[in-house]
T-cell receptor, first 105, second 113 residues
């Protein structure tokens, strides 16, 4: 059983569409992190959320930490082909299985 | 700064052989981690260390061993390689376990045949 469950596992959309991916756990975390990984590379940190209910924006990416600090979401507005990659949530050194996003031109 | 450096980048092992994956970081981070990533999947934690001389098991430690004699180095040892250990291995480091960014090496692609 994964400590952090991510959904969907795969997502393929057209350029310009919006999307949301989710990270859920039955455990409470003091913080959660979102990473993006491109083929052949290690993951790179996008954001750390710390406070329950917190919303952080990074250009077209919006991250939310659940009020109970058990879940988080990543929303991408007007997706671009450059957003293609594996999106991973992580807490206390553990990673979810990731959402593999493909954005088609 | 070099960050996290892993060697080798690629390796092919025969079943039953042993090898050590090297990892070094120059950021004076307390925490270091070893992960494996199977094709199309997320990262599974093998072992981690909270500082020199202290190591602990992660989610999938069987078949691996680690040591942490210095702050900088965290080698991963495979004693009797098995096909199930074919994977990409990532080393990472962070200052704390929570709330701080983990920096990753470029990965070691290991094939056991």
């Amino acid at each position: 059983t994964q400590l952090l469950e991510q959904s969907p596992q795969f997502l393929s959309i057209q350029e310009g569409e919006n999307l949301t991916v989710y990270c859920n756990s039955s455990s409470v975390f003091s913080s959660l992190q979102w990473y993006r990984q491109e083929p052949g590379e290690g993951p790179v940190l996008l954001v750390t959320v710390v406070t329950g209910g917190e919303v952080k924006k990074l250009k077209r990416l919006t991250f939310q930490f659940g009020d109970a600090r058990k879940d988080s979401s990543l929303h991408i507005t007007a997706a671009q082909p450059g957003d293609t990659g594996l999106y991973l949530c992580a807490g206390l050194g553990r990673f979810g299985a990731g959402t593999r996003l493909t954005v088609k031109p | 700064n070099a960050g996290v450096t892993q060697t080798p980048k690629f390796r092919i092992l025969k079943i039953g052989q042993s090898m050590t994956l090297q990892c070094t970081q120059d950021m004076n981070h307390n925490y270091m981690y070893w992960y494996r990533q199977d094709p199309g999947m997320g990262l599974k934690l093998i072992y981690y260390s909270v500082g020199a001389g202290i190591t602990d098991k992660g989610e999938v430690p069987n078949g691996y061993n680690v040591s942490r004699s210095t702050t900088e180095d965290f080698p991963l040892r495979l004693e009797l390689a098995a096909p199930s250990q074919t994977s990409v291995y990532f080393c990472a480091s962070s200052y704390y376990q929570a709330r701080t960014e983990a920096f990753f090496g470029q990965g070691t692609r290991l094939t056991v045949v």
